[in-house]
């Protein structure tokens, strides 16, 4: 009996993640979708859910655990997931996630349940991109949160959703023009974009090689591109750590129809004052911007930066690996230690400012001679990490230390 493959579909597009969804529950045979609908998680219940291509089979309610969308699913999904696998019969369960849930978080959840996970899909339609990115709304005054204490915002949350699929459905939105198709493939130049067919996946015409059979006897066609990058595979664990702030696979340079990305690089720590002073201009300069830096006063802490919608998170995200001994470095996962000694330094290791904007109409001179005013000068530089430490710590509030 071959294993059940989990799709997970997502995406804040509701329209353009249904079509993704409708595609796939049509053109793969003996397939179902597990629906987990939120709008009622802030009165504590889930509505779940399951229909295959005749309707729905089965429905019913689940109470929200702990206040959290990620537990209630975990509890209820990954049973109904092993049920559906070890009952036979279906080959392909496809998880469309309810709105604002995020893909990282379930994808771990269904491996973490013993699952084959073969794909994580992000609907997106390409005329919406911007507008969501610039979205600073809480999710909870949109109806969008995922349970009573969701804080996150539509910007960040669109933004995450987006940068972890490695494979975008892309609805044929004609609000679409070139501007729009290229934030979205600066955003996430390593994604695989598959358009979102109009046409009926059964219209798909039948082959003549064996080689080419993707769907067991009787039916002998090729499933469409999408159903094929669905059914590809899916790692985890390579999938978070593109997302972490270390060794992220962030955006290369890039300046086409009107949008740019910038990429600053540079081996001086921050004045953290004057970096905290610049931080409302920065954080509007690009409709995103991320990556990694280095303040002066805590010059062996990585912190992550992440704005979108004008709002901006800074976290720490652990010691940087030049701080480290020698012995620790053991602990450190492979694609860390491998990222670090790409971009290392002989006086500072990976020690460093890597951030990226991307926006419509980026100002790139004045964006970067704002970046460059905020570090350290020639003297300030000079007096050494003592003196650093002395800094006034700007960013103790934002870390919450």
């Not at 229909?51 to 089979?57: H, S």
């Not at 655990?65 to 997931?81: K, T």
């Amino acid at each position: 009996m071959p294993d059940l493959s989990v799709v997970i579909v997502g995406g804040l597009h509701t329209d353009a993640r249904r079509a993704a969804v409708a595609h796939l529950l049509a053109d793969v045979p003996d397939s179902v979708v597990l629906h987990h609908d939120l709008a009622t998680a802030t009165a504590g219940t889930v509505v779940r859910t399951i229909r295959d291509a005749t309707g729905i089979v089965t429905a019913g309610e689940t109470p929200l655990v702990n206040d959290c969308a990620c537990c209630a699913l975990r509890e209820d999904l990954v049973p109904e997931l092993i049920r559906l696998r070890d009952t036979g019969g279906t080959r392909m369960a496809i998880v469309e996630l309810w709105d604002s849930v995020e893909p990282k978080a379930m994808a771990e959840v269904v491996t973490a349940g013993g699952l084959t996970l073969t794909g994580v899909i992000t609907a997106v339609d390409p005329a919406l991109v911007l507008p969501y990115l610039g979205n600073g709304d809480d999710l909870a005054e949109r109806g969008l949160a995922a349970a009573p204490t969701d804080q996150r915002t539509v910007a960040d949350t669109f933004a995450r959703q987006l940068e972890y699929a490695p494979v975008l459905a892309i609805a044929d939105s004609e609000e679409a023009d070139e501007e729009d198709r290229e934030l979205l493939a600066q955003l996430h130049p390593t994604a695989r974009q598959v358009p979102i067919a109009h046409s009926d996946p059964a219209d798909t015409p039948a082959l003549g090689s064996p080689a080419d059979l993707t769907v067991p006897p009787p039916r002998r066609r090729r499933l469409s591109p999408l159903s094929q990058a669905a059914l590809a595979g899916f790692d985890v664990e390579s999938a978070a750590a593109a997302q972490h702030p270390a060794c992220a696979l962030l955006p290369a340079e890039a300046d086409a129809h009107g949008v740019a990305t910038l990429v600053w690089h540079r081996r001086r720590p921050f004045h953290p004052e004057r970096l905290y002073e610049a931080l409302e201009d920065l954080t509007c300069a690009a409709a995103r911007s991320r990556g990694r830096f280095w303040l002066a006063d805590k010059p062996d802490v990585l912190l992550h930066w992440d704005a979108a919608g004008g709002a901006l998170c800074v976290e720490s995200a652990g010691p940087w690996l030049a701080s480290l001994p020698d012995a620790a470095w053991e602990m450190v996962p492979p694609v860390r230690r491998a990222a670090a000694a790409l971009d290392w330094h002989p006086e500072h290791g990976d020690c460093c400012q890597h951030l990226v904007f991307t926006s419509p109409a980026l100002d790139r001179d004045g964006l970067e001679q704002l970046l460059e005013s905020c570090l350290l000068t020639d003297a300030e530089y000079a007096a050494g990490r003592d003196a650093w430490k002395q800094l006034p710590p700007a960013f103790d509030t934002l870390l919450e230390v």
